[in-house]
Each structure stands twice: as C-alpha cells, then as structure tokens.
Antibody, heavy 115, light 107 residues
Framework: EVQLLESGGGLVQPGGSLRLSCAAS????????MTWVRQVPGKGLEWVSA????????YYEDSVKGRFTISRDNSKNTLYLQMNSLTVDDTAIYYC????????WGQGTLVTVSS | DIQMTQSPSSLSASVGDRVTIICRAS??????LGWYQQKPGKAPKRLIY???ILESGVPSRFSGSGSETEFILTISSLQPEDFATYYC?????????FGGGTKVEMK
C-alpha cells in the first residue's frame, strides 16, 4: 500500500523559512517523479513543484520560483520542499504526491505564514 | 503555461441524476488529463487518468471522455457518496495545472 506522510508544517512569520518532508513507502520511490501540490483551505488545488527520479531536474510554478527548492533522497525514500522568503500567500495545506501524474497523495501538512 | 478551465464551478443535483463536468485546456494536451475527487478535510483521490481510464476500484458510474482541448467527466447516476469537489489536471507539460474545481452539492 502506498503511503506518503508529510511533516514539517507549522506557523512561520513572513520572510521566514520552512522545510517540508514527505516520507514515502509501499512503492519503489526512486523510479517515480514526485510532486508537491498545495491548497489554500477552502480553495482549489495548485500544482507547486515536481522533481525527476534522480533529482537532477526540478520544475516550479512561477510564484515559487527562486524561493522554493524541491529535492529528494532516494536512499531515505524522502521528498523535501525547502521554502524560503515565505509570504502570507504561501499559507496552504501542502500535499506530496506520487508520480508526475499525481496518482497517490499524502494527507497534507498545513503551513501558516502569519505575523 | 497551459490553463485549465472547468465548468460549472458548482452544481446542485439529486441522487440518481446524471452529472456532467467539463474541463477545457488552453491548448491541445492529447489525452493527458486526470480527474480527481476531493471530500472535505481529505486529500484528493484520482478517479480517472489518460482522460478515460478508470482507476482500480472506482465505480463504473464514473466515466471520462475527450481529447486535446475538451474533456468531460460524467457520473451516470449520482450516489450520496459522490457529493464532493471534482478537479481536472493536465499531465502534458510542466507546470501541471489544475482546473478551478466543480463542487457537486445536494439539491
């Protein structure tokens, strides 16, 4: 059974940083593109970032380019999202998802950016 | 970037109704489209991929059709557990944008 467990969310001040993690199990992590998607509570889904199987290629939504960095550790079956220069508009539930086609999702971790 | 437009943004329907949701892409995306269902407080769940292929375990009352720029999700006979929000997402290029969502509410 595929399991994706996000962690690292919390309350951070504007301008601050946060690192999200996603621990994966139940599938061969190293052969899948991995994805981050976010959702402002009560609003729609927003694709954020994806990373290639070897970590060598990353893709970002325009509003997070230059501020967020996606990475992965295939030896630990873990996906990361380093978020810097956070703004209130980054407040959302962050989901990690398996595959570039987002076929399985974790339960999400809430990031709140507020002073 | 490819933009995805869903319609309607919400609809009211009764159990047993046939429901149709449309998703339009700003440019051709072949059949690179998925449909997702999300219930309050839960993560999205993929129902359909490649525009028309049902995920394992998804009831056959759900179906998807279309290609290139116009796609349709159909629920043939709405059940109580189907009241939820539905999203399309293209899988053609990056960024892989979502449609704005369609909330299916009880009439």
């Amino acid at each position: 059974e595929v399991q994706l467990l996000e962690s690292g969310g919390g309350l951070v001040q504007p301008g601050g940083s946060l690192r999200l993690s996603c621990a994966a199990s139940g599938f061969t992590f190293s052969i899948y593109i991995m994805t981050w998607v976010r959702q402002v509570p009560g609003k729609g889904l927003e694709w954020v970032s994806a990373i290639s199987t070897d970590g060598g290629t990353a893709y970002y939504e325009d509003s997070v380019k230059g501020r967020f960095t996606i990475s992965r550790d295939n030896s630990k079956n873990t996906l990361y999202l380093q978020m810097n220069s956070l703004t209130v508009d980054d407040t959302a539930i962050y989901y990690c998802a398996k595959g570039g086609w987002t076929d399985d999702w974790g339960q999400g971790t809430l990031v709140t950016v507020s002073s | 970037d490819i933009q995805m437009t869903q319609s309607p943004s919400s609809l009211s329907a009764s159990v047993g109704d046939r429901v149709t949701i449309i998703c339009r892409a700003s440019q051709g995306i072949r059949s690179d489209l998925g449909w997702y269902q999300q219930k309050p407080g839960k993560a999205p769940k993929r129902l359909i991929y490649s525009a028309s292929i049902l995920e394992s375990g998804v009831p056959s009352r759900f179906s998807g059709s279309g290609s290139e720029t116009e796609f349709i999700l159909t629920i043939s006979s709405l059940q109580p557990e189907d009241f939820a929000t539905y999203y399309c997402q293209h899988h053609n290029t990056f960024p892989r944008t979502f449609g704005g969502g369609t909330k299916v509410e009880m009439k």
